[in-house]
C-alpha cells in the first residue's frame, strides 16, 4: 500500500516563530488531507488539498503531487496551535486514507 | 460538510466485556470507515462499513473482535469484544463524499482495565 512519511516528527518552537511541515507519499493520490489533533483527540480538518495552494489564515497548504510531498506552513505560531499535525492521502485504489505517523508540535509562550 | 455524532465520547471498561460505538451523520454519506489510534501512534483504518452489506476488513483486523453494522446511510456502529488492555485506543468513524474530503468524529477514548 501506500506509504506517508511526515517531518520532523516533533517541534519546538517559541511561540510567533514559523514553521514548514512535511509530507511525502510513495504513489499517486486522489485526496490528501492536514488535519490538527487537538488534546482531546478529535481531528479537525485544516486543508483537502490534493493539488496546488490553498491558505487559511495563518495556515498555508502547498501540495506537489508530480513530485508527491506537500507542505503546510504555520506562520506567526500561537500557544493553540499545540498539539499532533496529520497528513493523510487517499490514492485510486480505494476511498479509506492512511495517515502519516505525525509532526507533535509544542509552541512555547 | 458533515455534523459527525460519535457515543460514547469516552469509557473506561472491564477487561472481558464489549462496547459498541454509534456513529451518526446528519446526511446521507457514501463511505463510512472505522478507525483506531494507539496511545501515541498515528491512525489506523480497522474497516469500511458498508450499507447492507458484511464490513471490509484491513489486515490485522477480524470481524469477530470488530464487529460492524451498518443499517443505513446515516449510521454506523462498531463493537470492540472481549477487551483487553492492548483495547485500550481512540477509536474514530470518518465519513467521506465520494471524490471528497473527509471529516471525523470526535472520537471515543476507550480505557480496558
Known amino acids: 500500500g501506500i506509504q506517508v512519511e511526515q517531518s520532523p516528527p516533533d517541534l519546538i518552537l517559541q511561540e510567533g516563530a514559523n514553521s514548514t511541515l512535511r509530507c511525502n507519499f510513495s504513489?499517486?493520490?486522489?485526496?490528501l488531507q492536514w488535519f490538527h489533533q487537538n488534546p482531546w483527540g478529535q481531528l479537525i480538518n485544516l486543508f483537502y488539498?490534493?493539488?496546488g495552494t490553498k491558505q487559511n489564515g495563518r495556515l498555508s497548504a502547498t501540495t506537489v503531487a508530480t513530485e508527491r510531498y506537500s507542505l503546510l506552513y504555520i506562520s506567526s505560531s500561537q500557544t493553540t496551535d499545540s498539539g499532533v499535525y496529520f497528513c493523510?492521502?487517499?490514492?485510486?485504489?480505494?476511498?479509506?486514507?492512511?495517515f502519516g505517523g505525525g509532526t507533535r508540535l509544542m509552541v512555547k509562550p | 460538510s458533515a455534523v459527525i455524532s460519535q457515543k460514547p465520547s469516552r469509557d473506561i471498561c472491564q477487561r472481558g466485556t464489549s462496547l459498541t460505538i454509534q456513529c451518526q451523520v446528519d446526511?446521507?454519506?457514501?463511505?463510512m470507515f472505522w478507525y483506531r489510534q494507539q496511545p501515541g501512534q498515528s491512525l489506523t483504518l480497522i474497516a469500511t462499513?458498508?450499507?447492507?452489506?458484511?464490513?471490509?476488513?484491513e489486515s490485522g483486523f477480524v470481524i469477530d473482535k470488530f464487529p460492524i453494522s451498518r443499517p443505513n446511510l446515516t449510521f454506523s456502529t462498531l463493537t470492540v469484544s472481549n477487551m483487553s488492555p492492548e483495547d485500550s485506543s481512540i477509536y474514530l468513524c470518518?465519513?467521506?463524499?465520494?471524490?471528497?474530503?473527509?471529516?471525523f468524529g470526535q472520537g471515543t477514548r476507550l480505557t480496558v482495565v
Open positions: 462499513a458498508n450499507q447492507g452489506s458484511e464490513a471490509t476488513y
Open positions: 488539498i490534493p493539488s
Open positions: 446526511s446521507q454519506v457514501t463511505m
Open positions: 493523510a492521502v487517499g490514492s485510486n485504489a480505494g476511498n479509506m486514507l492512511t
Open positions: 504513489d499517486s493520490v486522489n485526496n
Open positions: 470518518s465519513v467521506e463524499f465520494l471524490g471528497s474530503e473527509a471529516f
